[in-house]
């Protein structure tokens, strides 16, 4: 009984960070203009549409048919995901949102059963937790680039999506004004949704 709870717990765990990322990352569209979506510090580097198609692409594959194939899918052509994009603001949205509805679908279709069932990646057995726990780890890195990125263009003019620069203090002392209590730390983020 307590690892079913415990299950039932993750999975809803994950699916509030996934979406808490999500959250971040369109926050930081919405700062920038269409040309900063594709701009590229140099030829190494990536635009931000280029992780977003990137992620799209890796999303897609991992979460399509998880139990029936391989999540590295044979449509899949990951070179192209970082070749030079001009996609406009609404193609880049659209793949955006195709990939998490990919993610986020199927895990809510996951039941606290199908987390020890092994799925593959490139033919290296994963557990289910292991492979959200793959992606988790993965598209937050990813969501960070994406960030930084919208920073370095958006300069004194970026709003923080975290506790702004000298405001640590007054955001402690608001959390630890209230009595200990059970609460997933991105629920402050989505109680007026």
């Known amino acids: 009984m307590v690892t079913l709870f415990m299950t039932s717990e993750y999975l809803e765990s994950v699916k509030k960070q996934f979406a808490y990322y999500k959250m971040l990352g369109e926050k930081t569209f919405d700062q920038l203009t269409d040309e900063q979506l594709l701009w590229q510090f140099n030829a190494e580097s990536n635009s931000i549409a280029m992780i977003v198609n990137h992620l799209s692409g890796n999303m ?27 996609a406009t603001r609404d193609q880049m949205l659209q793949l ?25 990646i490139r033919n290296m057995g994963h557990t289910v937790t292991e492979a959200i726990n793959r992606q988790l780890a993965h598209y937050p890195y990813h969501i960070g680039q994406i960030i930084f990125i919208g920073k370095m263009l958006c300069d004194e003019k970026w ?17 630890f004004s209230k009595e200990k209590h059970r609460e997933h730390f991105t629920d402050e983020f989505t109680k007026d949704k």
């Open 96 to 120: 955006w949102s195709k990939g998490w509805d990919a993610l986020l679908s199927t895990l809510d279709s996951l039941n606290d059963t199908d987390l020890d069932r092994i799925i593959y």
């Open 159 to 175: 709003n923080s999506l975290s506790i702004p620069k000298g405001q640590s203090e007054s955001y402690n002392a608001g959390k």
């Open 60 to 86: 897609l594959s991992r979460w399509t048919d998880i139990f029936n194939t391989d999540g590295e899918k044979e449509w899949r052509n990951r070179e192209a995901e970082f070749a030079e994009i001009t």
